[in-house]
């Protein structure tokens, strides 16, 4: 397991803030090997899933009754309009 993928365990016991920000970095797994033989994978992590955004969330919710484009009341009930 010579390849640059793998590391031994006791080089990845000094540098393991590197090696982990590497995988970070450039998303390529890198194995972990003790005496030649691997024993640990470590893998990137996931990316974070993205929020549900909210425009359009409350579109089955509501249900428009009657005309909403008319004034409520008629404009001689308003009592500002006369002055």
Do not use: H, Y
């Not at 793998?6 to 194995?31: E, H, M, W, Y």
């Not at 640990?40 to 909210?54: G, L, Q």
């Amino acid at each position: 397991m010579a390849s640059m993928n793998t590391i031994p365990i006791s080089k990845f016991k000094a540098t393991c803030l590197a090696v982990l920000d590497k995988v970070n970095r450039t998303g390529q797994p890198i194995i972990v090997t003790k005496r030649g033989k691997p024993i640990a994978k470590i893998d990137p992590a996931p990316p974070p899933e993205k929020k549900a955004s909210w425009l359009g969330s409350f579109q089955t919710k509501g249900k428009i009754c009657g005309d909403i484009v008319s004034p409520v009341m008629a404009e001689s009930d308003w009592g500002v309009l006369d002055e």
